[in-house]
């Protein structure tokens, strides 16, 4: 039976993994890179179970590889189903761009071209595994730092043609999305008008650093002030709270800072929906 999941959640890390289970402070659920977790035993399992315990348990993931050349890996989509069937996952979410180049993991998430050719590639495998998976597929926006060639539409028009036609949802990364718009100068909030907002099943949030040219998704820092007002637009206009988590993967923080973040997160869904419903 999947569990339900609502509200804030938080990213498991393994500096914080063990505590977490003990803390009295509110986390609705809790996101875990299913890499990291899916082939662990022993105490790393013990750990997974005791926060399974408490929470909803969704997972992420990088290896995919949904745009990308290379055959399915089957061992690998062995290991997510026996997990996603472990923790009782919702969906699993992954990036909408490519992870593997011949046979090769490449440990981050390239960009595809934006084109229709890139969409039916992508729209094919995404048919081609949703039966091994056995639950529900997500993709995320990922970041991007130079247009692929053969692109021959923006990034919100191909996002939006890989989504209705694969028939999944999305994992909107709204720092991404500020991070994308500041490095390939477009409008965030006409970004966020033209998502199909009743497909997004979760939200992102995390830091960035800036630089003189260039804004990077460092996610090793608290939430800027442009990404919570980013936030606070995406759910006005999804009149409704979409599950949200913050993101924390370098330089990782003491728990207690972290869920800093969770709570702040929480007061700005809470105003939000406050004024939807007032209005």
């Known amino acids: ?62 290896g995919l590889s949904i745009g990308g050349p290379d055959p399915f890996d089957a061992e690998y989509l062995g290991w997510m189903r026996h997990f996603c069937r472990r923790i009782e996952a919702p969906f699993f979410s992954d990036h909408l761009g490519y992870s593997s180049v011949g046979g090769v993991q490449l440990h981050d998430v390239l960009a595809l071209p934006f084109s229709v050719e890139a969409a039916e590639h992508t729209v094919r495998r995404i048919r081609e595994v ?29 996002l939006r043609l890989v989504l209705e036609e694969g028939e999944c949802g999305m994992l909107l990364d709204v720092n991404s999305l500020y991070v994308n718009s500041r490095n390939h100068d477009y409008d965030p909030y006409g970004f966020v008008d033209r998502m199909p907002l009743e497909r997004v099943c979760e939200l992102h949030l995390s830091g960035h650093d800036r630089f003189p040219n260039l804004v990077i998704d460092t996610q090793r820092s608290p939430i800027p002030d442009e990404v919570w007002a980013l936030y606070r637009y995406v759910l006005a206009c999804a009149g409704r709270m979409i599950p949200t988590l913050i993101e924390w993967d370098f330089q990782i923080p003491p728990l207690d800072q972290a869920l800093d973040e969770v709570d702040r997160a929480r007061d700005h869904a809470a105003s939000v929906l406050r004024q939807a419903v007032a209005a």
């Open 130 to 158: 949703r039966q091994d998976l056995e639950v529900p597929l997500v993709f995320e926006n990922p970041t991007y730092y130079a247009v692929m060639p053969g692109s021959t539409m923006d990034e919100a028009a191909f």
């Open 1 to 62: 039976m999947v569990r339900p999941f609502a509200g804030i959640g938080l990213g498991l890390r393994s500096e914080f993994a063990a505590e977490l289970p003990a803390t009295q402070r509110q986390v609705d659920w809790v996101e875990v890179v299913a890499e990291d977790w899916a082939p662990l035993g022993g105490l790393g399992l013990k750990i997974l179970e005791a926060n399974l315990e408490r929470w909803a348990l969704v997972p992420h993931s990088t």
